[in-house]
Nanobody, 123 residues
Framework: QVQLMESGGGSVQAGGSLRLSCVAS????????MAWFRQAPGKEREGVAN????????TYADSVKGRFAISQDKSDNTVYLQLDSLKPEDTATYYC????????????????WGQGTQVTVSS
């Protein structure tokens, strides 16, 4: 069974950067779309960005446009999330997820999930 494995989280000061990585299985129809979500304590899980593995077409939540960038390396089945200009409100556990299609950033559309990697941004 396919698994998603996130890495790259850490603690940074406001304005700093991190790059998160998610290693997936080789392309299948069930993982045509890859996404990043985040969840902070006391808050609901929020979709951050997604990307079609075939075309590379990305979609972003308004809260991260211009600061975060999703990308992929098809050669090793890795999806990245570059986090720049980090703010304290970006502090959360970040999860990688996969779905058949990039219908949107709602969590219910995604059937496969990683275990999460923690991002902490201090003021």
């Amino acid at each position: 069974q396919v698994q998603l494995m996130e890495s790259g989280g850490g603690s940074v000061q406001a304005g700093g950067s991190l790059r998160l990585s998610c290693v997936a299985s080789p392309f299948t129809y069930s993982t045509r779309c890859m996404a990043w979500f985040r969840q902070a304590p006391g808050k609901e899980r929020e979709g951050v960005a997604n990307i079609y593995r075939g075309s590379g077409t990305p979609t972003y939540a308004d809260s991260v446009k211009g600061r975060f960038a999703i990308s992929q390396d098809k050669s090793d089945n890795t999806v990245y999330l570059q986090l720049d200009s980090l703010k304290p409100e970006d502090t959360a556990t970040y999860y990688c997820a996969a779905a058949r299609f990039c219908y949107g950033l709602g969590a219910s559309a995604y059937s496969l999930w990683g275990q999460g990697t923690q991002v902490t941004v201090s003021s």
